[in-house]
């Protein structure tokens, strides 16, 4: 049952990805896109063909693939969590410029 669900949402996941991307929605950009098509394509293809797990663990020299696996979901983590820290710092930056420039102006009025 999951090997024909998961691949259907995959590709739904997908398919909304590149309608978002061709609307240029505000803010969904190239490395956005390309980033889901690498997860929900990974997904659908490891449910699809679970042999592929086996290349990704000889290709690691790990001894079982479930470790291949779980070592590249973790990497996965890893960066999706410093893209989000990329963002918070680059959010931090422009609420520093907004209120510098609200004060500077509040100034000039006094």
Do not use: H
Request: glycine share 6%; proline share 2%.
């Amino acid at each position: 049952m999951y090997k024909i669900v998961i691949p259907i949402i995959c590709a739904f996941l997908i398919f909304r990805s590149l309608v978002r991307f061709i609307k240029r929605e505000r803010g969904y950009t190239l490395l956005k896109l390309l980033l889901r098509l690498v997860v929900w394509g990974g997904l659908g293809a490891i449910t699809i063909y679970p042999e592929i797990t086996f290349v990704f663990s000889n290709v690691l020299g790990l001894q079982d693939n479930l470790n291949a696996v779980i070592l590249l979901g973790f990497i996965v983590v890893f960066v999706v969590l410093f893209k989000l820290l990329n963002v918070i710092e680059a959010q931090e930056q422009t609420v520093t410029k907004l209120i510098r420039e609200i004060a500077l102006k509040d100034a000039k009025k006094k």
